[in-house]
């Protein structure tokens, strides 16, 4: 295996907290056995990891500033926690969780805390474990784990920051994140990741196990908005017991690589899930979403939209599968997938994979790739509004659609500001929102 | 105001205006009427420049300027105002967005400040009080999921507000009940003024007992074969369209 990341996985060999040291061991001997992959990998075929090749450092010790480091959050509201590079941030961070939530840092677990993590770190991700969550385990040293105890609704959302500031060297680092939704909850989770500007190496390997047990009810967003060279590679495995039900949102913008995969793991009866997202790579950035939906149980149901502008000289993958298992009757399952080209260099590979083994489901999909709609944009110019606002208009009406399905409020509307103003990169073609 | 001259305009190759002429002063109102296939839509859509319908000949001056040479957007912002026969619906645009950007395009035409959120809106909601559309709809994507009448009534809402000199209605009465046509009709003549001009596109007599014309043309193959006063559209009604195909042929 290619030793890119050696520096990070030393580093947590001897830093992590001792209850993770055999995670960490054993995920390291799993990453050393194995070879990374190639575009002759199936899962990896429009996706290079040149963007790997280089030597990352580990993170350097220490707290980093918020000010200091140029980085700026937005107000979300509710309890927030943030990291930079791997570190708690203490001094940005809230301190009063909300009633019924417990959070607790793997570097600052308890002894009976650390077995409740050990007990389902891992388990949504299954024993089929990824070779980036391999690497995760490898060089873990700091994670978060949230436990929403059953029936208790959480109004404000928790907000876990991921941020990256430059250092004098390139630096990988691992993000983990389990949230077990007690039975008959209900929670709001953003996790928010984003970059100092500038053009530092950086590599975050991220996984986020989602738990939900019974009748449990979780909103669940997550934005990628990490700039320039700071590689994702991600991942988010989301369990769901009977009547659970996952509303996640994804967003990213781009950076030179983002690589995403999100698994929605239906387990008991009557659990239903919606999974929708935006990705906006731009210049020559690229942003790969796999997601994959298991329908193992009868009588759930799934809904998945995603849709994409890809700009510029930039590329996007979007590889979405249904797997429906033999005795998974009665499944409701929709796929949508809908890219939007803005330049002759632009590219987009997508692909649904259905695999339906149980033969009394509905199951729809589709995806299309296509340019701005002309009936649309004659429509609007029509009306005295010149073409680049026009399309400026149109393009963010493409993915206001899908921001208007996010169930928090504040992130619908930091995002809306923060795209509108990436689309109209003129100000006075954005003088017209209200 | 306008004026067409011999215009000749093609659909995918297909020849549709054969040799047009008309000419819309100031303060008159003008109906167009003909058969299925004889170019009424067409001559709506090449006013206003839609991709795909090519002037082969011919030639149209809107103030004193060349329409063809103009950009779709300049025509409107010249004060021509094509409400379309059939909308498109835009999701994900708002319709107060989209209403919002196209007044502030006039004002700015016309060297004015984009006009404050607050009374844009006051505007708006009393324009949709007029045009009997529930201020809800402001809200919605543009035409997303409207009725045929909603559609037709976002169309008015529209020329309302931007106040344009030539108002173009491409068949604006086409699946409106009596009361929709009455509602349409309040608009336009309400509209009505000696600096402004209408050229209604219209399949039935109907809507001209709302809105009296000046003139009524009739548009078969291509040409303008017939003009009259009111009068003539009542003998269409009376009589049909075969007639006067047959005259010209």
């Known amino acids: 295996m290619s030793d890119f990341m050696r520096q990070p996985l030393d580093h947590a060999a001897a830093n992590a907290p001792p209850w993770l040291t055999d995670i960490v061991s054993a995920g390291r001997t799993r990453w050393e056995a194995s070879s990374m992959p190639t575009r002759k990998t199936e899962q990896w075929k429009y996706t290079s990891l040149q963007h790997l090749q280089g030597s990352y450092a580990a993170a350097n010790d220490g707290q980093v500033e918020l000010a200091a480091a140029g980085l700026e959050l937005p107000d979300l509201g509710g309890f927030r926690l943030v990291f930079v590079n791997g570190h708690f941030c203490p001094d940005s961070s809230d301190t009063e969780l909300p009633e019924g939530v417990s959070l607790v840092r793997f570097a600052d677990a308890s002894d009976s805390q650390a077995d409740t993590i050990r007990e389902y770190l891992g388990l949504a991700v299954g024993r089929d474990q990824p070779l980036f969550t391999a690497l995760n385990e490898a060089a873990l040293e700091e994670g978060v784990f949230i436990d929403i105890s059953p029936d208790i609704s959480v109004e404000q959302p928790l907000v876990i920051a991921w941020l990256t500031a430059n250092q004098d060297q390139a630096f990988g680092v691992s993000q983990r994140m389990l949230v077990m939704a007690g039975r008959g909850s209900r929670a709001s989770v953003i996790e928010y990741f984003d970059s100092a500007s500038g053009a530092q190496d950086s590599f975050t390997n991220g996984v986020t196990e989602l738990l939900l047990k019974e009748s449990a009810t979780l909103n669940h967003c997550r934005l990628h908005l990490e700039q320039a060279n700071a590689v994702h590679i991600g991942r988010v495995h989301a369990q769901l017991s009977s009547h659970a039900t996952l509303k996640s949102f994804h967003c990213a913008l781009g950076s030179v690589m983002k690589r995403l995969d999100l698994v929605v793991d239906h387990v008991g009866q009557g659990a239903h899930s919606e999974l929708n997202g935006i990705y906006l790579p731009r210049e020559r950035e690229h942003i790969d979403y796999h997601t994959c939906t298991e329908h193992r149980v009868p009588n759930c149901s799934s809904s998945e939209i995603f849709r994409g502008i890809i700009e510029d000289e930039a590329s996007a993958v979007f590889n979405g599968r249904i797997h429906i298992h033999e005795n998974a009757q009665k499944t409701r399952a929709e796929l949508n997938n809908r890219n939007l080209l803005t330049s002759a260099q632009a590219e987009v590979n997508t692909k649904p994979e259905l695999e339906i083994y149980a033969d009394d489901v509905q199951c729809a999909h589709g995806a299309t790739v296509a340019q701005l709609d002309q009936e649309s944009l004659h429509y609007l110019r029509s009306r005295g509004i010149a073409r680049d606002e026009a399309t400026v208009m149109l393009s963010f009406g493409f993915i206001n659609e899908v921001i208007d399905s996010v169930s928090c409020e504040a992130v619908a509307e930091h995002l809306r500001g923060l795209l509108s103003e990436r689309f109209a990169k003129d100000p006075a073609l954005r003088a017209h929102r209200i | ?249």
């Open chain 2, 1 to 249: 105001m306008l004026t067409i001259e011999n215009l000749h305009a093609s659909v995918e190759g297909t020849d549709i205006l054969k040799g047009l002429n008309l000419t819309v002063k100031p303060g008159e109102v003008h109906a167009i009427m003909g058969p299925n296939g004889s170019g009424k839509s067409t001559l709506g859509h090449v006013l206003a420049g839609r991709p795909g319908y090519a002037v082969t000949a011919g030639s149209a001056t809107f103030k004193g300027q060349n329409l063809f040479e103009l950009e779709t957007e300049e025509r409107a912002l010249l004060g021509l105002f094509l409400a379309f026969q059939y909308p498109v619906e835009i999701p994900g645009v708002s319709n107060m967005e989209f209403l919002k950007a196209a007044v502030d395009a006039q004002r700015s035409q016309r060297g004015e400040a984009p006009l404050d959120t607050v009374s844009f809106m006051k505007t708006a909601r009393e324009t949709c009080k007029a045009v009997d559309l529930d201020p809800s709809f402001l809200k919605r994507g543009v035409n997303e999921g409207f009725s045929g009448g909603e559609k037709k009534r976002n169309e008015l809402l529209q020329m309302m507000m931007l106040q344009p000199v030539l108002g173009i209605l491409d068949e604006t009465d086409s699946g409106l009940d009596i009361d929709a046509l009455q509602v349409v009709a309040n608009g336009v003549n309400s509209m009505r003024s000696p600096d402004r001009a209408f050229v209604m596109v219209t399949h039935y007599q109907r809507l001209l007992d709302f809105i009296e014309p000046d003139f009524v043309h009739v548009l078969a193959g291509g040409r303008i074969v017939r003009s009259g006063d009111k009068a003539l559209a009542l003998e269409l009604e009376e009589r049909g369209y075969a007639w006067l195909e047959d005259e010209v042929a």
